[in-house]
């Protein structure tokens, strides 16, 4: 028998029992009344406490003016959805340039690469020229200033050819410098476009369309509400009665009644805390607690973060 049939049969009974009271039969039927009331309302909530969910704040990655940022709190977003860009403009004419400045390395690379070829066939002609000259010193055939002559010129054909190839690493470099440049501006680019890391609700909006904002400045707030987090305190003697994994019940005011929801724990608090501010009474302000966190589906998004509920431990009868 529900709660409330119990409390008909009970008043039904009263009243039948009036004339036998007489003067007295209101207060009779009073008292009735409320232990009516008490042996129908079940028993207490083993906790109390009030559902959350994981909030994302999301920020700008590039400063610039906010372009295309049409969006409204309540809206439903999927994740990784562009929601807005940010002025890019600015960013693809740096790229160009940093481009731009990149083909001219490769240029630079390109004739380096050439005066080595160039150069390692003067330098082999000057060695076989010094080579030769030493020969004909030996025998006498050549003189010293021809000797000189052809000393100098095979170093001076590798000092140009060292020349070249440090020239050409130089220009390497740059370009090498001026690709990351360019990945860079590219990740810039992406990130210009605002995204959402995941799918949900959106909370909150803190900017409008058209503002210039800066780079870590929040944009909007949002979070998946399908599953919530019920968040409640339970004294140290239940704790035996929590286990990870475990399936409890979560109830919520609906109406003028109590409708409770499937929940399973998810966390326990390793260490006792004092009694949160919003749910303690004057009696319980030094009373010590657990937290414990129950995840609540909420297909149908009738839960709001915020919203208080009660904690039931023992298994009994489901109210939908």
């Known amino acids: 028998m529900s709660r409330m049939s119990s409390l008909l049969v009970t008043l039904s009974e009263a009243k039948g029992t009036m004339s036998a009271f007489g003067a007295f039969a209101p207060l009779k039927l009073t008292a009735m009344l409320l232990l009516a009331i008490t042996a129908c309302g079940g028993g207490e909530p083993d906790a ?36 807005g860009v940010v002025d890019t403009v600015p960013l693809v004419l740096e790229r160009e340039a940093v481009i731009a400045r990149r083909a001219a390395a490769q240029a630079r690379t390109r004739e380096a690469a050439a005066n080595i070829s160039a150069l390692e066939v003067q330098r082999a ?5 010094l080579a030769r000259t030493e020969r004909l010193l030996k025998q006498a055939a050549a003189t010293a200033q021809q000797g000189d002559r052809a000393e100098r010129d ?26 990351a440049q360019i990945a860079s501006l590219d990740d810039r680019l992406s990130r210009s476009r605002i995204r959402s890391p995941l799918a949900g ?54 109406a003028d009644s109590i ?42 998004g009738r839960l709001r973060i915020g919203m208080p509920g009660e904690l039931v431990l023992s298994s009994g009868p489901e109210h939908e």
Request: aromatic content about 6%; glycine content about 6%.
């Open 48 to 83: 109390y406490g009030n559902f959350e969910a994981t909030e994302v704040t999301v920020a700008a990655e590039v400063g610039g003016r906010l372009l295309a940022f049409r969006l409204e709190e309540g809206d439903r977003v999927n994740g990784d959805s562009v929601l």
């Open 125 to 129: 002609i000057a060695d076989r020229e």
């Open 154 to 179: 095979a170093r001076v054909a590798r000092e140009q050819l060292d020349g070249a190839k440090a020239a050409r690493a130089s220009a390497l470099q740059e370009v090498a410098a001026l690709d």
């Open 201 to 254: 609700t959106v909370l909150t909006r803190y900017v409008e369309s058209g503002e210039f904002v800066q780079p870590g400045q929040p944009l909007f707030k949002l979070a998946s509400l399908d599953t919530l987090t019920f968040r409640a305190y339970v004294a140290q003697a239940q704790l035996t009665a929590l286990r990870l994994g475990q399936e409890v019940r979560v109830g919520v005011d609906r």
């Open 259 to 300: 409708v409770t929801l499937p929940g399973r724990i998810t966390w326990i608090a390793s260490s006792a805390e004092f009694t949160p501010t919003p749910i303690q009474t004057r009696e319980e302000r030094a009373d010590q607690v657990y937290a414990v966190k129950v995840m609540v589906a909420n297909p149908e």
